[in-house]
Every structure is written in structure tokens, then in C-alpha cells.
């Protein structure tokens, strides 16, 4: 199993520009869900997904949308980037509640 | 929603000694304590955790304690070793929900 998997690895946007992270899942996990990371904020809840066809937000959700068309894709949409959207993405797929997430590499990002 | 504190923000102990990193949270409703370590350019990974019907949890040199009258709980390394550096992050959540809540993260440096 290659686990959660994450593209691109590193990306460079400028303000405004639209782009897409990709995150996907081979262990048939039913929950999906985006995190960004920023220095001393830890890891914040972007968006969630408890299935495919089922998205819903979570702690800081504006300026980006998700869907899940299928149970291993989960991707990620920037609209109009801006500069306070530079941080570190991460993706995690879980079995069900309250059981271990698994994390993905991570999508260093910067806007300028 | 639920809010994680996590203390200190940056421990350097000396090979060998222990480490405590401790977390509070808000919601009494929380019932998942899961830690997870994050190693330099990679995702967090689970390391240990623990459900509220227990009171303590210990897989070698790892152990946590959760106190849910207080509503607090801690990760304890013992023995510590140089690959033991890394940033923990603590989190909490809720029976029925997917969702984790996560500390801002605790950087440890092991001296050696």
C-alpha cells in the first residue's frame, strides 16, 4: 500500500492564481480530510469528507473547496490564492471515528 | 468547539532523562486522546493513544495519563534518545465524531 499520497510537494503561487492539491488514499478509508499547518497553530481542520459525495467543513474553510467523487480521491481547491494561505497542507484518511489517521507527506505552498 | 492547549512549546531534555508534555481540553464530551509525533519534512504519524474508559496507556518507553475529572492529559518518554527529537502533537475528539482538535505542538530536542 503506498498510503496517503500527496501532489504536488512543493508549489509557488502567485495572488490570485487558482490551483488544485491532490490527496489520495488506497486503503479504502471511508474519512478524509484536509489540515493546513502553520507555525505555533498546530494542525487546523479545513475541510472533511465521511464519504464519497459527503464533504463538509471544518475549522477554517474559507478561500478553499473539496469533493469527493470517489472513496481515494479527496482533492483540495484554491480559488484566489492569497498570501495567508502560505502554509503547510496536509491530507489524512482514517477507517472510522475516533481511530488512527493517516497522514500524507504534505504540500509546502507559498503566495506571493 | 473543542479547544487543545498544549505546554511547553519547547522541551530539550539530555539523553537518557524523561519528557512530559502536557494538554488540557475543553469539551467534556471529548472521549479520544490520540498523540502523534511529526518528524522533520514529514506527515505527524500516530504514536500512542488512549480512550476516556482508561486512565493510563504505555507501549515501552511511551506512556499517557489522562485525568478526565480535570480534563487533562500527558505523554511521557522515558529514556529518551536522540531519534525521540521531533515536534508531538496532542489532540482530542468526541465518540461520534470524526473530527481531531489538535494542540499547537510541542518541539523536543534530545541532547546528547
Known amino acids: 500500500n503506498a498510503g496517503v499520497t500527496q501532489t504536488p510537494k512543493f508549489q509557488v503561487l502567485k495572488t490570485g492564481q487558482s490551483m488544485t492539491l491532490q490527496c489520495a488514499q488506497d486503503?479504502?478509508?471511508?474519512?478524509m480530510s484536509w489540515y493546513r499547518q502553520d507555525p505555533g497553530m498546530g494542525l487546523r481542520l479545513i475541510h472533511y469528507s465521511v464519504g464519497a459525495g459527503i464533504t463538509d467543513q471544518g475549522e477554517v474553510p474559507n478561500g478553499y473547496n473539496v469533493s469527493r467523487s470517489t472513496t481515494e480521491d479527496f482533492p483540495l481547491r484554491l480559488l484566489s490564492a492569497a498570501p495567508s494561505q502560505t502554509s503547510v497542507y496536509f491530507c489524512a484518511s482514517s477507517s472510522g471515528r475516533n481511530y488512527e489517521q493517516y497522514f500524507g507527506p504534505g504540500t509546502r505552498l507559498t503566495v506571493t | 468547539g473543542e479547544n487543545v492547549e498544549q505546554h511547553p512549546s519547547t522541551l530539550s531534555v539530555q539523553e537518557g532523562d524523561s519528557a512530559v508534555i502536557k494538554c488540557t481540553y475543553s469539551?467534556?464530551?471529548?472521549?479520544?486522546f490520540p498523540w502523534y509525533k511529526q518528524e522533520l519534512g514529514k506527515g505527524p504519524q500516530l504514536i500512542i493513544d488512549i480512550r476516556s474508559n482508561v486512565g493510563e496507556k504505555k507501549d515501552q518507553r511511551i506512556a499517557v495519563t489522562l485525568n478526565k475529572t480535570a480534563k487533562h492529559f500527558s505523554l511521557h518518554i522515558t529514556e529518551t534518545q536522540p531519534e525521540d527529537s521531533a515536534v508531538y502533537f496532542c489532540a482530542a475528539s468526541k465518540a461520534n465524531d470524526y473530527k481531531l482538535s489538535f494542540g499547537a505542538g510541542t518541539t523536543v530536542t534530545v541532547r546528547a
Open positions: 486503503m479504502n478509508h471511508e474519512y
Open positions: 469539551d467534556s464530551a471529548s472521549n479520544y
